[in-house]
């Protein structure tokens, strides 16, 4: 695998951050949360620390719209594990 073809690094909406803090702070485990929305659980944490040192300026950025429903996220990654299946 070259440079090129290596993995194209995600950028999260200020919305799904504070969603998946959310669902942290509700009490699900971490290692859940990481992979039902397919984050690393280092990366949760950090969201975690910059939102509780700056409530405010947290993730300010202009991040990538990601699908709002969930569901239908993991619905199109089903479709496309059954594409690279399907053509294997």
């Not at 440079?3 to 669902?23: D, H, P």
């Not at 719209?65 to 089903?78: C, F, I, M, P, V």
Request: net charge positive; aromatic share 6%.
């Amino acid at each position: 695998m070259g440079k090129s073809e290596g993995k194209q690094r995600r950028i999260f909406t200020r919305e799904f951050k504070l969603a998946a803090i959310k669902e942290l702070d509700s009490g699900k485990p971490v290692g859940y949360v990481s992979r039902r929305l397919e984050v690393k659980p280092n990366i949760l944490h950090r969201w975690r620390r910059e939102l509780s040192k700056h409530p405010t300026r947290a993730f300010s950025g202009n991040g990538k719209k990601l699908l709002a429903d969930t569901r239908e996220a993991e619905l199109e990654r089903k479709i496309g594990q059954m594409t690279m299946e399907i053509d294997f």
